[in-house]
C-alpha cells in the first residue's frame, strides 16, 4: 500500500487564486516526519517544509501554509494568491520511526499557474 | 556555498553499455542518497551512505547496479550492463545529519537506447 497519497495528478489555476494540495499518509508509528518538496521545471527539488508527529500547529511562510491533521493524516499544502513561479510538481514525503533516513515520497501534484 | 553536484546532467547510452554517474555532496554532510525518478514508479530511493558506509541498499534494483563512496565528498552510480529499462532521471542529495532536510542535486537524465 502507498504510505504517502497524493490524488490529485496535475491542478490548474489562473495567477492570484489560492490552491490547496492534499497529501494523505499512511504509518503505524506514532513518531515519524512529514516533508514537502518542490520540484520546479528545473528539475532539482527543494525542501519547502519539515512537521514531526508531535507538532500538529499549522505553518505559515508567507503564502504558503501547511495544514497538518493526525485525526485525518492529512499535511495538506496550500498556496496563496498563487503566481506563475509557483508552477511546478510538489511531492509530500514521509520518514518513519525505524529509519528517519528512508524518505517515502508520494506521486506527486503537479501545479500549473496560468498568468 | 555550492549545493550538491552531479554529472552528467545528460547521459545516452546503448544497451548493454556501462554508465556511471557522479556525486559530490555539500561539505560536511553526513549522509548521501542516490534516488532514481520515473513517471511509472515516482522517486525510489536506491542507497544511501552515513559517512562513507552503505547503510541501506534495499532498494537497488538488482545486482547491475552498485553504488561506491570512495570518500566524503564523492560517490558514483554505476550500471553495468544497462538496458532501456533504466532509463530515468538519477537525483543524489545529500543531509547534514540523522533525519535532516535533504538537498538534492539537479539530478542525470539517462536514457538508455
Known amino acids: 500500500a502507498q504510505k504517502v497519497t497524493q490524488a490529485q495528478t496535475e491542478i490548474s489555476v489562473v495567477e492570484k487564486e489560492d490552491v490547496t494540495l492534499d497529501c494523505v499518509y499512511e504509518?503505524?508509528?506514532?513518531?515519524?516526519?512529514l516533508f514537502w518538496y518542490k520540484q520546479p521545471p528545473s528539475g532539482e527539488l527543494v525542501f519547502l517544509i519539515r512537521?514531526?508527529?508531535?507538532?500538529?500547529q499549522n505553518e505559515i511562510s508567507g503564502r504558503y501554509s501547511w495544514n497538518f491533521q493526525k485525526s485525518t493524516s492529512s499535511f495538506n499544502f496550500t498556496i496563496t494568491a498563487s503566481q506563475v513561479v509557483d508552477s511546478a510538481v510538489y511531492f509530500c514525503?514521509?520518514?518513519?520511526?525505524?529509519?528517519?533516513?528512508?524518505?517515502?515520497f508520494g506521486s506527486g501534484t503537479k501545479l500549473n499557474v496560468k498568468p | 556555498d555550492a549545493g550538491v553536484i552531479q554529472s552528467p546532467r545528460h547521459e545516452v547510452t546503448e544497451m548493454g553499455q556501462e554508465v556511471t554517474l557522479r556525486c559530490k555532496p555539500i561539505?560536511?554532510?553526513?549522509?548521501l542518497f542516490w534516488y532514481r525518478q520515473t513517471m511509472m514508479r515516482g522517486l525510489e530511493l536506491l542507497i544511501y551512505?552515513?559517512?562513507?558506509?552503505?547503510?541501506?541498499d534495499s532498494g537497488m534494483p538488482e545486482d547491475r547496479f552498485s553504488a561506491k563512496m570512495p570518500n566524503a565528498s564523492f560517490s558514483t552510480l554505476k550500471i553495468q550492463p544497462s538496458e532501456p529499462r533504466d532509463s530515468a532521471v538519477y537525483f543524489c542529495?545529500?543531509?547534514?545529519?540523522?533525519?535532516?532536510?535533504?538537498?538534492f542535486g539537479s539530478g542525470t537524465q539517462l536514457s538508455v537506447l
Open positions: 542529495a545529500s543531509s547534514l545529519t540523522h533525519n535532516e532536510k535533504l538537498f
Open positions: 504509518t503505524r508509528d506514532t513518531t515519524y516526519y
Open positions: 512537521r514531526n508527529s508531535f507538532d500538529e
Open positions: 514525503a514521509l520518514s518513519e520511526l525505524d529509519n528517519f533516513n528512508k524518505f517515502y
Open positions: 561539505s560536511g554532510h553526513d549522509y
Open positions: 551512505f552515513n559517512n562513507n558506509v552503505p547503510i541501506d
